[in-house]
């Protein structure tokens, strides 16, 4: 069992920055592909970005935001820089054994709570 915390959301101002942090238990997260999901009011839930040995981005998101992790504390980041008003959404972390399929919410098996981030126009 995998337990992840999300944590680093707030209110921002468009053009501003925030970077996002999700925190794993156990052992093994090394093992784990990583990836961020979010979820705007009144819509479904959207893919944003993974990490496994490579990284993959949503169009929506692609040189704007940055996902990196760190094996050693059991950590993945999402930076964000040039945030827009429909970046707004709940933000997600989950952790999955998908190697090559991992935009699906199915590759995933372990999911956060989610954290909010509220761009402002």
């Known amino acids: 069992q995998v337990q992840l915390v999300e944590s680093g959301g707030r209110l921002v101002q468009a053009g501003g920055s925030l970077r996002l942090s999700c925190t794993a238990s156990?052992?093994?997260?090394?093992?784990?592909?990583m990836g961020w999901f979010r979820q705007a009011p009144g819509k479904e839930r959207e893919f944003v970005s993974s990490?496994?040995?490579?990284?993959f981005y949503a169009d929506s998101v692609k040189g704007r935001f940055t996902i990196s992790r760190d094996n050693a504390k059991n950590t993945v980041y999402l930076q964000m820089n040039s945030l827009k008003p429909e970046d707004s959404a709940v933000y997600y972390c989950?952790?999955?054994?998908?190697?090559?399929?991992?935009?699906?919410?199915?590759?995933?098996?372990?999911w956060g709570q989610g954290t909010q981030v509220t761009v402002s126009s």
């Open positions: 989950a952790a999955g054994t998908a190697r090559f399929s991992v935009t699906p919410e199915s590759s995933y098996d372990y």
């Open positions: 156990g052992r093994t997260f090394s093992s784990y592909t």
């Open positions: 990490i496994t040995w490579r990284t």
